[in-house]
Nanobody, 116 residues
């Protein structure tokens, strides 16, 4: 049974930080590229950050560059998203995604709310 379980979301003030975690099981984690997506109310789901399975290369959407950092620990089958300098426009449900060729797995999402 493939599982991706996100955690670490919550309510934070503007300028604050959160660290999201995604625990994976049921598949060859180290062979998959991992991504974080987010979806705000009334908006389409958008890619936030990604990290490749080999080499550890990363990619970020422009609006989060310099603020967010994606990382992975293959020994723990876990991918992280460190979010600093959070802004109200970062408010969304954040989803963990695993991809390898035609295989695509998704977590249930974790809510991040940035508000004063």
């Amino acid at each position: 049974q493939v599982q991706l379980v996100e955690s670490g979301g919550g309510l934070v003030q503007p300028g604050g930080s959160l660290r999201l975690s995604c625990a994976a099981s049921g598949f060859a984690f180290s062979s998959y590229a991992m991504n974080w997506y987010r979806q705000a109310p009334g908006k389409e789901r958008e890619l936030v950050a990604g990290i490749f399975s080999v080499g550890g290369s990363t990619t970020y959407r422009d609006s989060v560059k310099g603020r967010f950092t994606i990382s992975r620990d293959n020994a723990k089958n876990t991918v992280y998203l460190q979010m600093n300098g959070l802004k109200p426009e970062d408010t969304a449900v954040y989803y963990c995604n695993a991809v390898r060729y035609s295989y695509n797995y998704w977590g249930q999402g974790t809510q991040v709310t940035v508000s004063s």
